[in-house]
């Protein structure tokens, strides 16, 4: 998609971006690298450091790398070395090395997505110029025609009408409440509810494990946890950031909002008496500044993404159950595939259905199996084999080999099988 010779006035970029989460600011770095013309449009007035911890898997993280941020991930972030499964009377059931401790080219990290915005929005500020993030701009919708599309704004703060935006393409990455995807899909209906119910926190304490383990622990039915360092503390003291989630299958349910405040008391009997390793489960549960609620929910796969100069991408295309490390990856992916069917396909409108053709199939495959095949089947198996009671060997419950062909199926589906990122 290079640039024409002559570009009408009235098209301020060739791709203009709705939204300022890590699908828009990396898509924002991959087109800059590409020499595409960008520019992000956020609907905040402010970008603060919210949030709770994400993983970043090595086909996520390899990109990453490319686009020459791997000092300043390594510096915020944790480099994950392994992954660890307990039962809730914390007996270890299996573990693996992760990244490139596992023989991976790149790593996998545990981060703060606000940490991880804030690398991101400073990368694009720096390489694109400070005008290449617009914030409290909320887009309403957008229209098009034969050589470009627009879009309309609301402001942030006063919900008045701003100038419309006019650009050759228009690229989605608004989120779990996408303007644009309820535009072009605006029968779809609510979102689908798994049953379950999670907590999130971040927790200062001491390292547990490793100091770089990614841990899932217990089922659904009697509580289940995940916990992981998600960044070192500088101060002389050895303490880490802990990013916690707590899992409970319950019939009621709130609407999605990853930033809604949760009550301690819904969930904390569930944990009580919980040790992994060294973790104090429910003291690291209690002593979160912050807890945040949110239901498992998904939406079902789409059966198109694309609509002439207007397509989607990330979170706005395929929101899916937050199992697997995955969410934040998936949407990395489709930055890169979208910079190379834009940079190889002449016409741009053909350009979008081409990645739509790539991208839709494999995301869909990863919003079912966070849905029934996830990491966490290994949990599952394990409980339901031993009927939620200890066990006095693993290995009379599960074979290793059982247990490692689960976490491989999923690394296929996925896309960061060691095979698959041999040959990308």
Not at 189 to 197: C, K, L, T
Not at 273 to 282: A, N, Y
Not at 340 to 360: G, K, N
Request: charged share 25%; glycine share 8%.
């Amino acid at each position: 998609m290079a640039r024409p010779s002559s570009v009408s006035s009235s098209i301020e970029d060739e791709v203009l971006i709705v939204g300022a989460g890590i699908a828009g600011l990396v898509l924002a770095l991959d087109l800059h690298d590409a020499g595409i013309g960008c520019r992000v449009y956020e609907a905040v007035p402010e970008i603060a450091v919210v949030g709770v911890g994400i993983n970043l898997l090595p086909h996520a993280s390899r990109i990453l790398h490319q686009l020459g941020l791997g000092d300043e991930l390594s510096a915020v972030g944790v480099t994950t070395a392994e992954s660890a499964f307990f039962n809730r009377f914390g007996q270890l059931i299996y573990r693996e090395p992760a990244g490139r401790y596992a023989g991976y080219d790149h790593p996998q990290y545990s981060i703060h997505r606000g940490d991880l915005q804030a690398v991101l929005l400073r990368a694009v500020r720096d390489r694109l110029g400070e005008d290449a993030v617009v914030l409290g701009h909320r887009c309403v919708r957008v229209e098009q025609d034969e050589t470009g599309a627009t879009a309309y704004f609301r402001s942030a703060d006063t919900d008045t009408a701003l100038p419309p935006v006019r650009a050759r393409l228009v690229v989605g990455c608004d989120g779990i409440h996408s303007a644009i995807r309820k535009q072009l899909h605006p029968d779809e209906g609510e979102p689908r509810y798994s049953g379950i119910n999670m907590w999130r926190g971040v927790t200062r304490g001491r390292p547990f494990l490793s100091g770089a383990s990614m841990v899932r622990a217990g089922w659904l039915d009697q509580g289940k946890l995940v916990v992981y360092p998600i960044r070192h503390y500088t101060d002389g003291t050895g303490d880490q950031l802990l990013n916690w989630v707590a899992e409970i299958a319950t019939p009621r349910h709130r609407q999605r909002d990853w930033n809604r405040r949760g009550d301690l008391a819904d969930f904390i009997g569930a944990f009580e008496g919980w040790r992994l390793d060294s973790l104090d489960v429910p003291a690291m549960m209690r002593a979160a500044e912050t807890i945040l609620e949110y239901p498992m929910v998904d939406q079902d796969p789409l059966d198109r993404w694309s609509f002439g100069r207007i397509t989607l991408l990330g979170d706005a295309a395929h929101p899916m159950v937050p199992r697997g490390s995955n969410g934040a990856g998936q949407a990395i992916l489709d930055v890169r595939a979208l910079r190379r069917h834009l940079t190889t396909v002449p016409d741009p409108v053909t350009a979008l259905r081409a990645y739509e053709a790539e991208r839709l199939p494999a995301t869909s495959k990863v919003v079912l199996a966070n849905r029934s095949t996830p990491p966490d089947v290994i949990l599952y198996e394990v409980w339901r084999r031993t009927g939620d009671r200890p066990f006095t060997s693993i290995e009379d419950v599960i074979s290793a080999e059982e247990l490692a062909r689960i976490s491989q199926r999923y690394k296929e589906v996925a896309g960061y099988s060691a095979e698959a990122l041999r040959n990308p």
